[in-house]
């Protein structure tokens, strides 16, 4: 056997790590539960699990792919290094002033996210920018020597540098890292002209210091992670997904850790566009639910949505402006507070609540016999008869219904003055609408009607849900992919080695300087290329470009995609037409007189994806047989019924599942509630399609 067939994609979720094994096109999975200590333990078992299962050695993988959540859990749990920030003298204050956004108008007890670093630890230095990259101040040494012993007296295992405008020019952020390093070689250094050269003082000055609050825990980790997989054989290399949904080199994961924030829910996009790619579907919605967070992302054209800012930590459910905000390349999805962990409440108007807050898998839901009391979705589902409580996990873990009882009657039940069951279907209720009501918002904000669209679901809890969901926001079909367990994880398999390069640089049309573009667009075309190199294979890389431009005077821009090529002064008609065709596109028609401005730039290089196999879609040709019965709670009777149990590994092509039943396999279930008709496609996707 060759190492060159065989690959492992590890993702590491807030409840479970999911390990899948690529052989020869073959997919080996598994699910074990995230070790919060040592994340790296659970990574060894699984591989070595999987492994085991599909007949090959450690020494056998030739590639690792890996996603993780710890950056994300690291700055919303505020659990990162001791961490100091330097800026320019009169800015002192930024990260906590904000901007003047409000998101909740009238909430005169607003709740804004702390500042990730706090005013004792954020330093100034006497210095000034212009806006356009000249220098007015430059910094005296005596000033930058003072610095350095401040930092060096207070025991800083990391700095954060962001001077204004300094992604014009970030000369004088280069001389003060040369000094901290020179003079404490051992302390993190990360400046904000390399990790966030963007516009917009406030989001580059918070994501570099989010980069510089996870890198030596990142690092730490990964460094860890290497040297263990290595003790144990698997002498492979490691790469990373990054938020933009590239593979990216783990040197340059830990040099810029703050691309790693979304990371795992931008393989569960990757994973849903090579299935849309496959069924030749245009308008997909992919719903991915673990057991901490749910995450829907619309994905058009076979691609999903991108955005270069995006927020972590909300404080307020569905409010854009409440949270931190990271200004990197990212996939667009909304995450919501509902996995199968998240814990279920009552607040004060007596009413249910469920998340943000999730038992994760220390100790974790009440029915996992874990020492866990709090009532969670997981025991929801296990008490409406949508889980098996001895064919959990494929038998790996054994479900108490009693103690699932206990818990929901302790905190909803009693209180209420229900039964347990019927406080699990409230639950189910709640977190179902929750869920439908972020994906029609996300919807809308894109002017998208989200019941056009075809949903592909996923995660051990997506296939549970996605029924109801369907139901709720009038969506008339939704896929199941083959191991759907563990989407994310395949969907790592899927990507691409891709890096994008972003840039801020005013350029207004009227005086359309192509000197200073093509210097600008060949220096982020080397750096791309020079990330993507470092693991790439052999072949030609996909280059894209996208400006991002806006009429004079407006607050916000929009992103137009423009041909790589050198410009020349004629082409600034160009700009304009494929503009206004955007603007159009977004707000309906044009406006007549102002000038446009370009005030960002991003190139994009990748690694072509690799070529699909198309499905044609099949109709059923007979009707599956069940392998059991049981009891369960159907919304539409409204009450407990007789629902057929499958294995979905029996399951031939072309076979019909009516209804309500359970579709059993490893990692998760699918529940096709009564208004369902499922049939088994092809490739072993199940098409669930409205009777």
Same mark, same amino acid.
């Given at each position: 056997m060759?190492?060159?067939?065989?690959?492992?994609?590890?993702?590491?979720?807030?409840?479970?790590?999911?390990?899948?094994?690529d052989?020869?096109?073959?997919?080996?999975?598994?699910?074990?539960?995230?070790?919060?200590?040592?994340?790296?333990r659970?990574i060894?078992?699984?591989?070595?699990?999987?492994?085991q299962?599909?007949?090959?050695?450690?020494?056998?993988?030739?590639?690792?792919?890996?996603?993780?959540?710890?950056?994300?859990?690291?700055?919303?749990?505020?659990?990162?290094?001791?961490?100091?920030?330097?800026?320019t003298?009169?800015?002192?204050?930024?990260?906590?002033?904000?901007?003047?956004?409000?998101?909740?108008?009238?909430?005169?007890?607003?709740?804004?996210?702390?500042?990730?670093?706090e005013?004792?630890?954020?330093?100034?230095?006497?210095?000034?920018?212009?806006?356009?990259?000249?220098v007015?101040?430059?910094?005296?040494?005596?000033?930058?020597?003072?610095?350095?012993?401040q930092?060096?007296?207070?025991?800083?295992?990391?700095?954060?540098?962001?001077f204004?405008?300094?992604?014009?020019n970030?000369?004088?952020?280069?001389?003060?890292?040369?000094?901290?390093v020179e003079?404490l070689p051992?302390?993190?250094v990360?400046?904000?002209?390399?990790?966030?050269?963007?516009m917009?003082?406030f989001?580059?000055?918070?994501t570099?210091?989010?980069?510089?609050y996870?890198?030596?825990?990142?690092k730490?980790?990964?460094?860890?992670?290497?040297v263990?997989?290595?003790?144990?054989?698997?002498?492979?290399?490691?790469?990373?997904?990054?938020?933009?949904?590239?593979?990216?080199?783990v040197?340059?994961?830990?040099?810029?850790?703050?691309?790693?924030?979304?990371?795992?829910?931008?393989?569960g996009?990757i994973f849903?566009?090579?299935?849309a790619?496959?069924?030749?579907?245009?308008?997909?919605?992919?719903?991915?639910?673990?057991g901490?967070?749910a995450?829907?992302?619309?994905?058009?054209?076979?691609?999903?949505k991108?955005?270069k800012?995006?927020?972590v930590?909300?404080?307020?459910?569905?409010?854009?402006?409440?949270?931190?905000?990271?200004s990197?390349?990212v #996939?667009?999805?909304?995450e919501?507070? @509902? =996995?199968? /962990?998240?814990?279920?409440? $009552?607040?004060?108007? %007596?009413q249910?609540?469920?998340?943000p807050?999730?038992?994760?898998s220390?100790?974790g839901?009440?029915?996992?016999?874990?020492?866990?009391?709090?009532p969670?979705?997981?025991?929801?589902?296990?008490?409406?008869?949508?889980?098996?409580?001895?064919?959990?996990?494929?038998?790996?873990l054994?479900?108490?219904?009693?103690?699932?009882?206990?818990a929901?009657?302790?905190?909803?039940?009693?209180?209420?003055s229900?039964?347990?069951?019927?406080?699990?279907?409230g639950?189910c209720?709640?977190?179902?609408?929750?869920?439908a009501?972020?994906?029609?918002?996300h919807?809308?904000?894109?002017?998208?009607?989200?019941?056009?669209?075809?949903?592909?679901?996923?995660?051990?809890?997506?296939?549970?849900?996605?029924?109801?969901?369907?139901e709720?926001?009038? #969506?008339?079909?939704?896929l199941?992919p @083959? =191991?759907? /367990?563990?989407?994310?994880? $395949?969907?790592?398999? %899927?990507?691409?080695f891709?890096?994008?390069?972003?840039?801020?640089?005013?350029?207004?049309?009227?005086?359309f300087?192509?000197?200073q573009i093509?210097a600008?667009?060949?220096?982020?075309?080397n750096?791309?290329?020079?990330?993507?190199?470092?693991?790439?294979p052999?072949?030609?890389?996909?280059?894209?470009?996208?400006?991002f431009?806006?009429?004079?005077?407006?607050?916000?821009e929009?992103p137009?995609?423009?041909?790589?090529?050198?410009?020349?002064?004629?082409?600034a008609?160009?700009?304009?037409?494929?503009?206004e065709?955007?603007?159009?596109?977004?707000?309906g028609?044009?406006i007549?007189?102002?000038?446009?401005?370009?005030?960002?730039?991003?190139?994009?290089?990748?690694?072509?994806?690799?070529?699909v196999?198309?499905v044609e879609?099949?109709?059923?040709?007979h009707?599956?047989?069940?392998?059991?019965?049981?009891?369960?709670?159907?919304?539409?009777?409204?009450?407990?019924?007789?629902?057929?149990?499958?294995?979905?590994e029996?399951?031939?092509?072309g076979?019909q599942?009516d209804g309500?039943?359970?579709?059993?396999?490893?990692?998760?279930?699918?529940?096709?509630?009564?208004?369902?008709s499922?049939?088994?496609?092809p490739?072993?996707?199940?098409?669930?399609?409205?009777?």
């Amino acid at each position: 056997m060759t190492t060159s067939i065989c690959r492992v994609g590890v993702d590491i979720g807030g409840t479970f790590t999911d390990i899948a094994l690529d052989l020869n096109g073959v997919i080996h999975s598994t699910k074990v539960l995230t070790d919060y200590e040592l994340p790296e333990r659970a990574i060894l078992k699984g591989v070595t699990q999987v492994a085991q299962t599909a007949g090959v050695q450690l020494s056998d993988i030739s590639q690792l792919i890996h996603g993780t959540t710890l950056a994300t859990n690291a700055l919303i749990e505020r659990r990162g290094a001791r961490t100091a920030f330097i800026t320019t003298e009169g800015f002192r204050d930024t990260l906590e002033m904000r901007t003047e956004n409000r998101f909740e108008q009238y909430d005169i007890n607003i709740s804004l996210p702390p500042p990730l670093i706090e005013r004792e630890h954020r330093y100034t230095l006497k210095e000034r920018m212009d806006v356009h990259g000249k220098v007015l101040i430059a910094p005296d040494q005596k000033d930058i020597d003072v610095l350095v012993e401040q930092i060096a007296s207070n025991n800083y295992e990391s700095v954060a540098i962001g001077f204004i405008h300094s992604y014009m020019n970030g000369a004088h952020e280069q001389m003060l890292r040369d000094a901290l390093v020179e003079k404490l070689p051992h302390v993190s250094v990360s400046i904000s002209s390399e990790v966030s050269p963007q516009m917009r003082e406030f989001e580059r000055f918070n994501t570099v210091c989010a980069n510089a609050y996870v890198k030596p825990i990142i690092k730490s980790y990964l460094d860890r992670l290497v040297v263990t997989l290595k003790e144990e054989g698997a002498n492979c290399p490691v790469f990373m997904i990054h938020s933009g949904g590239g593979i990216i080199s783990v040197e340059s994961a830990a040099e810029f850790p703050v691309r790693l924030v979304e990371s795992g829910p931008a393989g569960g996009a990757i994973f849903a566009a090579d299935i849309a790619r496959k069924y030749s579907l245009e308008s997909v919605v992919s719903f991915d639910m673990g057991g901490t967070t749910a995450k829907i992302c619309l994905i058009e054209q076979q691609s999903p949505k991108t955005a270069k800012v995006f927020e972590v930590a909300r404080t307020y459910r569905f409010k854009k402006g409440s949270g931190m905000p990271i200004s990197i390349p990212v #996939v667009e999805m909304v995450e919501i507070g @509902a =996995g199968g /962990g998240s814990i279920a409440s $009552i607040d004060s108007m %007596r009413q249910i609540r469920v998340g943000p807050h999730s038992a994760a898998s220390e100790p974790g839901p009440a029915c996992y016999n874990r020492g866990g009391t709090d009532p969670t979705i997981t025991d929801a589902n296990l008490l409406l008869g949508r889980l098996d409580a001895n064919n959990f996990a494929g038998g790996a873990l054994l479900l108490s219904e009693d103690n699932a009882a206990d818990a929901m009657s302790k905190v909803i039940g009693d209180p209420l003055s229900i039964p347990a069951k019927t406080a699990a279907y409230g639950v189910c209720e709640v977190v179902d609408e929750n869920m439908a009501n972020a994906g029609r918002v996300h919807a809308v904000e894109s002017g998208k009607d989200i019941s056009e669209f075809t949903m592909i679901t996923f995660g051990g809890g997506g296939p549970l849900h996605a029924a109801r969901l369907c139901e709720k926001m009038g #969506v008339t079909r939704f896929l199941v992919p @083959a =191991g759907a /367990g563990v989407g994310s994880a $395949i969907g790592f398999l %899927r990507a691409p080695f891709g890096y994008e390069a972003v840039r801020s640089s005013f350029v207004r049309l009227s005086v359309f300087d192509e000197i200073q573009i093509n210097a600008l667009i060949d220096e982020m075309k080397n750096e791309a290329m020079g990330f993507l190199r470092q693991g790439m294979p052999e072949g030609e890389p996909e280059v894209e470009c996208t400006a991002f431009m806006r009429y004079v005077g407006q607050g916000w821009e929009i992103p137009v995609s423009v041909e790589l090529k050198s410009f020349a002064q004629e082409d600034a008609i160009e700009f304009k037409k494929l503009f206004e065709e955007a603007y159009t596109t977004f707000f309906g028609r044009p406006i007549e007189g102002p000038d446009i401005e370009i005030v960002s730039w991003a190139v994009k290089a990748s690694s072509p994806l690799p070529p699909v196999t198309e499905v044609e879609q099949i109709e059923a040709t007979h009707l599956a047989e069940p392998v059991a019965q049981r009891k369960v709670f159907d919304v539409v009777k409204g009450d407990y019924i007789d629902a057929n149990i499958y294995q979905r590994e029996n399951l031939k092509t072309g076979a019909q599942v009516d209804g309500p039943a359970i579709i059993a396999e490893r990692e998760t279930s699918t529940f096709v509630t009564s208004s369902f008709s499922a049939t088994v496609q092809p490739d072993g996707c199940l098409l669930v399609v409205k009777r």
